[in-house]
C-alpha cells in the first residue's frame, strides 16, 4: 500500500521529493501551479531531471498532479472553457515530464458527467485535440 502525502514544490520540483522522504512517504501529491490561479508553472529540463534524480534515489513509488480548484471543462462560458482546457493540458503534459500517474481532479470530471454530460463530453474532445497538438496556445490570463 503506497502511503503518502500532498507536498508543496516550491523551490524546485526535487523539493517536492525531499518533503516527501522527510515524511516517509512513498507517494507524493503536489500542485504544479498556484490552485487558485490560472497561470501555469514552467519547469525546465533541468527541474524535471533532477526531480526523476531525486524520485529514483527516494522510496517514493508515485507522484499525482492535484490540478487547479478552478477547472470546469463543462463551462458556458468559453473563456473559463479554454482555461479549463490549458490549465489541464498543462497538468497531464507535466505528468508526462515528471512520470506521475494521475490527475487528482479527474474524479470532479467523472462526477460533472453526471450534471452535464454534452458540454464535458465536448471539453474532453477538445482536450484531446489539444494533447495531440504539438503547440498549445495559452488561455488569456
Known sequence: ?????????AGGLPKAIERGTERGCRA???????PRMWRPTSY?????????????????????IHAVYLLNCASEDEEIREKSLV???HSLRTGQ?????LIERFRRLRCLLHVAPEPVA????????????KIVHQAKV
Request: glycine residues 8%.
Open 1 to 9: 500500500m503506497l502511503i503518502g502525502a500532498h507536498v508543496s514544490p
Open 28 to 34: 507524493i501529491q503536489i500542485f504544479n501551479q498556484s
Open 44 to 64: 525546465g529540463d533541468d527541474d524535471v531531471a533532477a526531480f526523476r534524480e531525486a524520485m529514483g534515489q527516494s522510496e517514493i513509488d508515485a507522484v499525482l
Open 87 to 89: 490549465s489541464l493540458t
Open 97 to 101: 515530464r515528471i512520470r506521475q500517474r
Open 122 to 133: 465536448e471539453g474532453l474532445d477538445e482536450l484531446g485535440q489539444l494533447l495531440q497538438s
